[in-house]
């Protein structure tokens, strides 16, 4: 059982004797982060704050381990994080594997070769207990968005990417995830390829807009944050009725549907918003800060947010 690093500035309490409030998840882009891309100064203090005042706050995001530890240090958690949609928990500061759920070897021989017979590139994150490298097929079939995606993780992220053949990217074995980018025209009929196999993967289709293309990632049947919130809550003798989930996205419905509070950003689609307690303001206008000033800070458990909300 986990029993320290609850607090937001380094230091740590011994769970052990002294169960937190409640856990506060935390999605990161549209959640965390404004329409820049960056935590609020606002936001940053409130999330301490709520740290400070007994609740474990913790990230739960579809990013990346290298993509989301950099967001984990500017807000100095010390604790373990939810990355690539619940495939994998690890702790923020030792960066321990915790708790981790990949996709098969045989899941990724089946679906790298539709994907290519689809016309798409596919792309696969190798096993993270191999490294976090992003294996893909040769430049010349990436189309746009892949290669407009593939600049951003490797600048933003440090992402090391890897051009195999596609042969030998079927055979690469275990994996993170699968993903592909692509305008919505040559995604269209994608989700042919997870057609009653649901037991065996799940198919997470994120619809793009004028600026983005959208993306689909493979992944574990179980792997939801919801799933890994609720294995973590189990490791602090909680459970999801102790979690207050706040978040934005098509990723983000089971863990709001699930948790004890769920809190939709007012920048979240009609369908997510549907599935939380309420909604807060936009991140343009930093609404996380509001509400953990105004509900989450006077609160001594999710049942009491129920109420001040209410």
Same mark, same amino acid.
């Given at each position: 059982?986990?029993?320290?690093?609850?607090t937001?500035?380094?230091?740590?309490t011994?769970?052990?004797?002294?169960?937190?409030?409640g856990?506060?998840a935390?999605?990161?882009?549209? %959640?965390? !982060? /404004? @329409?820049?891309?960056e935590? =609020? +100064?606002? $936001?940053?203090?409130?999330?301490?704050?709520a740290?400070?005042?007994?609740?474990?706050?913790?990230?739960?995001?579809?990013?990346?381990?290298?993509?989301?530890?950099?967001?984990?240090?500017?807000?100095?958690?010390r604790?373990?994080?939810?990355?690539?949609?619940?495939?994998?928990?690890r702790?923020?500061?030792?960066?321990?594997?915790?708790?981790?759920?990949?996709?098969a070897s045989?899941?990724?021989?089946?679906?790298?070769p539709?994907?290519?017979?689809?016309?798409?590139?596919p792309?696969?994150i190798?096993?993270?207990?191999?490294?976090?490298? %992003?294996? !893909? /097929? @040769?430049?010349?079939?990436? =189309? +746009?968005? $892949?290669?407009?995606?593939?600049?951003?993780?490797q600048?933003?992220?440090?992402?090391?990417?890897?051009?195999?053949?596609?042969?030998?990217?079927?055979?690469v074995?275990?994996a993170?995830?699968?993903?592909?980018?692509?305008?919505?025209?040559r995604?269209?009929?994608?989700?042919?390829?997870?057609?009653?196999?649901?037991?065996?993967?799940?198919?997470?289709?994120?619809?793009?807009?004028?600026?983005?293309?959208?993306?689909?990632?493979?992944?574990?049947?179980?792997?939801?944050?919801?799933?890994?919130?609720?294995?973590?809550a189990?490791?602090?003798?909680?459970?999801?009725?102790?979690?207050?989930?706040?978040?934005?996205?098509?990723?983000d419905i089971?863990m709001?549907?699930?948790a004890?509070?769920?809190?939709?950003?007012?920048?979240?689609?009609?369908q997510?918003?549907?599935?939380?307690?309420v909604?807060?303001?936009?991140?343009?206008?930093?609404?996380?800060?509001?509400?953990?000033?105004?509900?989450?800070?006077?609160?001594?458990?999710?049942?009491?947010l129920?109420?001040?909300?209410?």
């Open positions: 059982m986990i029993t320290a690093k609850t937001n500035d380094g230091s740590s011994d769970t052990s004797d002294h169960k937190p409030k856990i506060l935390l999605d990161i882009d549209g %959640t965390l !982060t /404004g @329409p820049d891309g935590i =609020g +100064e606002r $936001t940053r203090q409130a999330v301490h704050e740290g400070e005042s007994g609740w474990t706050v913790t990230i739960a995001t579809g990013r990346s381990w290298a993509g989301t530890k950099p967001v984990a240090d500017h807000l100095n958690l604790l373990p994080i939810v990355t690539y949609n619940g495939a994998l928990v702790d923020s500061e030792t960066a321990e594997i915790l708790h981790y759920i990949p996709l045989k899941i990724v021989g089946t679906v790298v539709a994907l290519v017979d689809h016309g798409l590139q792309m696969v190798e096993d993270i207990q191999q490294g976090e490298r %992003t294996f !893909t /097929g @040769p430049s010349e079939h990436d =189309g +746009e968005p $892949t290669s407009r995606w593939l600049k951003y993780a600048r933003n992220f440090r992402t090391t990417v890897q051009r195999i053949p596609y042969e030998q990217l079927a055979h074995g275990h993170v995830r699968i993903l592909v980018f692509d305008d919505a025209e995604l269209r009929g994608i989700e042919a390829i997870g057609a009653g196999r649901e037991a065996e993967f799940r198919m997470l289709y994120h619809e793009g807009d004028e600026e983005h293309p959208g993306w689909v990632e493979f992944l574990h049947p179980s792997s939801t944050k919801a799933y890994a919130l609720d294995w973590l189990g490791e602090y003798g909680l459970s999801m009725a102790d979690v207050v989930a706040v978040g934005d996205g098509i990723n089971e709001l549907a699930e004890g509070f769920g809190v939709a950003m007012g920048n979240a689609s009609e997510v918003q549907a599935e939380a307690e909604t807060i303001g936009h991140h343009m206008d930093e609404g996380l800060a509001s509400f953990i000033e105004d509900y989450l800070l006077h609160a001594g458990s999710v049942g009491e129920t109420r001040l909300a209410s």
